[in-house]
């Protein structure tokens, strides 16, 4: 009976389930179209790899920044509306980007980019985090596998639009117009503030305690996972030879293994428990970049980057729902701590990598996510609490 009335409350709530479901994926797909066509804007712009590395450091400075606010900005306004309106900004500013006259004002417009793409990234969350309460049963991987189907489609789209010469203004400017259409259609069944818990207990939390170990492996899988998102394609393109379009391959191979392991995330820990996953996804994550960068063909450095999707793909979701249930801490500013530590490491690693690339070569640059895998493997044992119980 109880399992009954639980499905029946689930129904209930499906509508909210699928408008944050469509954020997630506006997220993927604004997110995906963008890092397909940075080599085309490195080229234009004739940057090296530091000078490319300054300007993604822009998107990270915003993302930091505004993810320093959200948490206020949720407990002030709702997360419905920093959903809206952070939504409306990613999809103003995406087709702005193709357009900067230079290094220095793409760093500038990465800088707002990455304000209104860290903002949404909180507040979708803070929803996953009350639709899934509402669920009562774990979901949130799937949030996530929608995230990385919006990537994967991204980047799909972003190869077809190089492959038939559409230059990367014109194809991000359509995007965006579909993107601010579905976001306008699923903004009305967001979960409204009326209906959001009350805050009790601090509105910011630094990841200490048991949050720190839960925020460095947040931080190690998502710089792995923005190394990847960003440097393939230049890897691709520059290290091995590939066309712009093909050039595109290693992440769509990343993505499309990312979200697999993500929609397959809930039954997996069911089986193996959270720690296991996030252990033996650590080891693939070495194993793979480390097969990416010593093949001897583009094609069997694709399928590394394919195992490295893999690999990542259940941690983060993993991490969240560990640190909602750390004891003390409520569970949306646990949240927020740990989610704000790794998405400092998705938006601060891919800059860091392009200053190594240019000293050091980027093979070496990309290395340094293989041992990061390790990283993980060592700290797996911190995701225990996603047992629940």
Wanted: charged share 10%; hydrophobic share 60%.
């Amino acid at each position: 009976m109880t399992a009954i009335l639980g499905e029946r409350a689930a129904i209930s709530w499906r509508p909210q389930r699928l408008a944050v479901i469509s954020f997630f994926l506006l997220a993927g797909l604004a997110f995906g179209s963008w890092v397909a066509r940075i080599p085309d804007i490195k080229h234009r712009l004739r940057l090296d790899d530091a000078q490319l590395g300054f300007a993604l450091l822009g998107s990270a400075v915003g993302a930091i920044l505004a993810m320093s606010a959200a948490g206020w900005m949720i407990g002030r306004f709702g997360s419905r509306h920093v959903v809206v309106v952070a939504a409306a900004g990613v999809c103003l500013m995406l087709p702005v980007l193709p357009f900067a006259p230079s290094g220095p004002m793409l760093f500038v417009l990465l800088l707002l980019f990455g304000a209104c793409y860290g903002t949404l990234d909180v507040a979708m969350n803070a929803q996953a985090v009350m639709v899934e309460e509402r669920y009562a049963r774990p979901i949130m991987s799937s949030f996530h596998g929608v995230f990385s189907v919006g990537g994967l489609l991204g980047a799909a789209l972003a190869g077809l639009a190089a492959g038939v010469g559409l230059p990367p203004g014109p194809h991000l400017l359509a995007i965006a117009v579909a993107l601010l259409a579905l976001g306008a259609i699923a903004a009305t069944r967001l979960i409204p503030a009326a209906a959001e818990p009350a805050g009790d207990g601090p509105s910011f939390a630094a990841p200490t305690g048991m949050l720190f170990g839960l925020g460095l492996i947040a931080f190690c899988v998502l710089v792995a996972e923005g190394a990847v998102a960003d440097w393939s394609a230049v890897y691709l393109r520059d290290s091995l030879g590939l066309s712009a379009a093909a050039a595109t391959t290693g992440f769509t191979a990343f993505s499309l293994t990312m979200a697999a392991g993500r929609f397959a995330g809930d039954g997996l820990i069911e089986r193996l428990g959270p720690v296991r996953v996030v252990r033996y996804g650590g080891a693939l994550v070495t194993l793979g970049l480390g097969a990416a960068l010593l093949a001897p063909s583009a094609t069997l450095t694709v399928v590394g980057f394919a195992f490295v999707g893999a690999g990542l793909a259940a941690a983060f979701p993993i991490v969240l729902s560990a640190a909602g249930r750390v004891p003390g801490v409520p569970a949306g500013t646990a949240l927020a701590a740990v989610a704000t530590a790794g998405y400092a490491g998705f938006l601060v690693g891919p800059p860091v990598i392009g200053f190594i690339a240019h000293a050091a070569g980027l093979r070496v640059g990309l290395g340094v996510v293989a041992v990061l895998g390790l990283a993980i493997v060592l700290l797996a044992g911190q995701a225990r609490g996603a047992e629940g119980g």
